[in-house]
């Protein structure tokens, strides 16, 4: 089985210091290119207003970088996928403190996908999203981000293995809980406090990652 997949990246975060861009995918270890099959943001700022459409996969007062790639990336189902982030546009910067995003942004990494007729559609409102991963806060008390810091702006995590062949869209989601308030604000882990008093649960946003 083989699903094909075009991504879109998406950074929520809550302050305008929270810059950092999804640019790169890899399959099964396997680079797939700079800024290839992704749809990059010229602007590494934030979507705070969750009625924009622009939320989705950035657009709008985040533009696309131009020409936007008509690539298609073939995943095969039950792939290993790493997305790579970092606070500029061309890829790691050892002289910038803040690469892949400044350590102050503590917060959840979410990834949904999306089943479309065709991967290189622009509109991407009314898309049914079904998360597939999710990481959190914890063990050793530490956020999605501080593992993703510690791994050079690189977070993996598996296509399952029983989704329909067919074309779909990649979401991957950082929200900077220093300044959140993304998502409505009756979801658990988005209007929380996470310096005092300190944070021992944390109740990730969204629904339930899809299971086979």
């Not at 606070?87 to 892949?100: K, Q, R």
């Amino acid at each position: 089985m083989r699903s094909t997949l075009a991504l879109s990246s998406l950074a929520f975060v809550g302050s305008a210091y929270a810059h950092t861009i999804f640019q790169e995918l890899w399959v099964n270890g396997v680079a797939q290119g700079h800024n290839v099959g992704i749809r990059v943001p010229t602007y590494n700022g934030p979507i705070t207003d969750v009625t924009s459409n622009d939320v989705i996969c950035n657009g709008g007062i985040n533009p696309f970088l131009q020409p936007m790639s008509q690539a298609i990336i073939n995943v095969p189902a039950g792939a290993s996928v790493t997305a790579e982030w970092h606070h500029g546009g061309s890829g790691p910067d050892p002289n910038d403190a803040s690469d892949p995003i400044d350590p102050s942004h503590k917060g959840p990494i979410i990834a949904y996908l999306a089943k479309v007729p065709s991967a290189l559609q622009t509109d991407v409102t009314g898309l049914d999203w079904f998360k597939i991963y999710e990481d959190g806060y914890g063990p050793g008390t530490e956020w999605a981000v501080d593992r993703l810091i510690a791994n050079n702006g690189l977070v993996t995590f598996k296509i399952p293995q029983c989704i329909p062949n067919g074309e779909y869209l990649l979401r991957v989601e950082l929200i900077a809980l220093h300044g959140a308030g993304s998502y409505p604000g009756t979801d658990p882990g988005i209007l929380i406090g996470i310096y005092y008093p300190p944070v021992t649960n944390y109740t990730i946003p969204g629904p339930a990652v899809f299971s086979c």
